[in-house]
């Protein structure tokens, strides 16, 4: 099937949706190659990743070169951000654990968007998003709270948890500047192949020096191997590739809020998978995400009432037209 056939902002949502819960395993996977570093997961993972996307982009990228290097900076700080996500976001959960550093990175992102499109963008908060945002970054919050002193966290250290926060609110950072920069290209006329090809192939690229300075583990086992493998080919290719579609139809900031349904899958695996618990208040939390992805996801209003209730953002949002290809 075509992805350009699934018009309108609820298929991007389902897209982003369906993203998150690839995105969601990556923690749990990441557990089975205990003795990879971090840095050399989050290089593999999004390095050959992005390396994918440019190759599949490949015929796009060359019709649309003139129009990409006219916006060389934009590129370039999606793909300074591709590059410094997965060393954060894993990093933060070797030092706070699975859930926790999932929870951060994720849920403060939603925040981080809507602050750069304001800033940037002078797009004004809208009511959904707001009302959505608030549920998901409380529920978070919960999660982040009822998990803090699980096992899954470094043992033996008291800087450990502040230092694995640190880095995901700088995971959320990068997750929000380089979402936003891919949508305002999406925007700008260009396809999502070749947007996603041009900035998370450079991204790729930037990752390959970390990848050859700390990857040796990865080939030292076959699990190793099949852990890198899964990351790059799944929850990093196929899922940055639904999130491509999902950003052709929705504003970088309904993309982030919605993507906190990938703290759910993460903590839910984190506790069958890895063994780590999640007390009442952490399910409260979760209950509160699946909360703002129904906000976040119901039907939207007519035309004609947006344009009573002056909500310009949300008739932008709907008008978006897919370019899957």
């Not at 995105?23 to 593999?44: E, H, Q, R, Y």
């Not at 019709?63 to 916006?71: K, Q, V």
């Amino acid at each position: 099937m075509r992805p350009a056939g699934f018009q309108g902002a609820a298929w991007g949502a389902v897209f982003v949706l369906a993203a998150s819960v690839l995105w969601g395993t990556t923690g749990t996977a990441a557990t089975f190659a205990p003795d990879v570093s971090p840095l050399a997961i989050g290089a593999v993972a999004m390095g050959f990743g992005g390396l994918l996307q440019a190759a599949i982009a490949t015929r796009s990228l060359a019709d649309h070169r003139s129009f990409l290097r006219g916006r060389w900076r934009m590129v370039g700080l999606g793909a300074v951000s591709v590059a410094l996500y997965p060393l954060a976001f894993y990093s933060s959960m070797q030092l706070a654990g699975v859930a926790v550093g999932t929870v951060v990175s994720i849920g403060s992102a939603p925040l981080a968007s809507a602050v750069i499109e304001r800033v940037a963008d002078k797009r004004p908060f809208t009511g959904r998003w707001a009302a959505g945002a608030t549920l998901g970054v409380t529920g978070a919050a919960l999660l982040c709270i009822a998990d803090a002193g699980h096992p899954g966290a470094a043992a033996g250290s008291e800087w450990s948890t502040p230092a694995g926060i640190a880095l995901g609110l700088m995971a959320g950072l990068s997750y929000a500047v380089y979402s936003w920069a891919a949508h305002r290209l999406i925007n700008e006329g260009l396809p999502s192949r070749a947007v996603m090809g041009a900035v998370f192939g450079t991204g790729g690229l930037l990752l390959m020096p970390v990848l050859a300075a700390t990857g040796a583990p990865l080939v030292g086992s076959w699990q190793n191997a099949a852990v890198g493998a899964y990351m790059a080919l799944v929850p990093m290719f196929a899922g940055y590739v639904l999130f491509g579609w999902g950003l052709a139809r929705v504003r970088a900031s309904t993309a982030t809020t919605l993507s906190l349904a990938e703290t759910v899958v993460a903590a839910v695996l984190a506790v069958l998978v890895v063994g780590e618990r999640l007390p009442l208040l952490g399910w409260a939390g979760a209950a509160l995400i699946a909360g703002s992805l129904f906000v976040l996801t119901l039907p939207a209003a007519a035309p004609g009432r947006r344009l009573r209730t002056g909500d310009p953002a949300g008739r932008r949002e709907a008008a978006v037209a897919p370019r899957g290809s």
